[in-house]
């Protein structure tokens, strides 16, 4: 029997695995794994979503005009440099469609989020990683690397999973030495949780770039990981390209309700936020107190090198009831969560540490 022909990129596809919960005998549960927000949704956006509920029968409003326009309003650009998706990935994943030709290249850096190659693959578009020095972008390098068949550029900032941080000036040297018709992506999923004094959002680079665009999210810091929007800022003339690109109806009714509900409880969202950088700290310093080395984090997980040990201490995590997520052979990804989540962690962490020593 023959079977369906699927183009051959599938067969080298490693299939999504995403984290899964865990649970100690004692049956104690804590999802570090995600980069989640550990907050559970406030009432009033509880109340936003079942009233939209309502309306399920009906399509949703295609484009998401309020959405759009409020989340304009809140960056202080006008509506036609903003374009909304079922999630960040749902934009990146337009942006590598959009770009598709033959021969194309996209770049990263690496390691960064695990589903930029994927994304690639699946658009047919030929990744190429530049390596990370000492867990940082390599501007100069990925900045000589950009060739005639480079079309994207992705810039994860901070990057997924190191929490590292690229300054301001630099990005904008390295966009400034990226040629005009050659898209830039800086991923800015976490920058919410950005406390480095003079940080700045690539968001103010795009105002005079007709190439630079920057990907946003309410998965993380605004708490609707479960609900799928993300939007991007950008020059009018891409959003209008990737509005043209839209899956129809992709942004659910709901979600949209559920994004202006947060951004009109903003202040309440980023005091949680706050509380997950307070503790961000507090997990760093613990865990560096006791001779571990973690890159500083701007985002609301924290990164273990810990080449081939990863695997085994992911699994006394989990033995721990703590989900995290591994990179065999390279590291360990925590994100933070509750004061109690944190401590379940750090509890696994002395005991892998007691252990080993
Ligand atoms: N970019 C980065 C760097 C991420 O880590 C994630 C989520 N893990 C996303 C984008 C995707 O976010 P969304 O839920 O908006 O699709």
Not at 28 to 55: G, M, Q
Not at 86 to 102: E, I, Y
Not at 344 to 356: H, I, N, Q, S
Request: hydrophobic content about 45%.
């Amino acid at each position: 029997m023959g079977k369906p022909r699927f183009r051959s990129i599938f067969d080298g596809l490693p299939a999504y695995e995403p984290s899964r919960a865990v649970r100690s005998a004692t049956g104690d549960s804590h999802l570090l794994a995600a980069n989640e927000s550990p907050h559970r949704p406030l009432p009033d956006i509880v109340a936003a979503i079942t009233e939209a509920a309502e309306t399920i029968n009906r399509y949703p409003d295609f484009g998401g005009t309020e959405l759009t326009a409020r989340i304009a309003r809140a960056h202080g650009v006008t509506e036609d440099r903003v374009a909304i998706g079922a999630g960040s990935v749902a934009l990146l994943q337009m942006l590598l469609q959009a770009v598709a030709d033959a021969d194309a290249e996209v770049m990263y850096a690496w390691r960064s989020f695990e589903l930029y190659p994927v994304l690639a693959d699946l658009a047919g578009v030929r990744g190429v990683r530049i390596p990370l020095v000492d867990e940082r972008h390599d501007l100069n390098a990925m900045a000589e690397r950009v060739g005639d068949d480079t079309r994207l550029v992705l810039v994860c900032n901070p990057n997924n999973p190191t929490g590292t941080l690229l300054g301001h000036d630099d990005l904008r040297a390295f966009a400034d030495r990226v040629p005009a018709d050659r898209l830039i992506a800086v991923d800015e999923a976490y920058f919410e949780y950005v406390r480095q004094p003079g940080a700045r959002s690539a968001i103010a680079l795009t105002a005079d770039r007709p190439n630079l665009v920057v990907l946003r999210t309410f998965s993380k810091a605004y708490g609707l990981a479960g609900l799928r929007v993300g939007y991007l800022v950008g020059p009018p003339y891409v959003v209008a390209r990737l509005r043209k690109a839209y899956l129809p109806y992709s942004v659910s009714a709901v979600a949209q309700a559920a994004a202006l509900a947060a951004l009109g409880r903003q202040k309440e969202l980023f005091s949680q936020v706050d509380e997950v950088v307070a503790e961000r700290a507090r997990v760093r310093g613990e865990l560096t107190a006791t001779g571990w080395a973690v890159p500083r984090s701007e985002s609301n997980f924290l990164w273990l090198r810990m080449g081939a040990a990863s695997g085994e201490f992911g699994d006394r995590c989990g033995d721990a009831g703590v989900a995290v997520r591994v990179f065999p052979g390279e590291g360990l990804r925590v994100s933070i969560g509750t004061p109690a989540d944190n401590d379940a962690f750090l509890a696994a962490a002395a005991a892998w540490r007691a252990k080993t020593r």
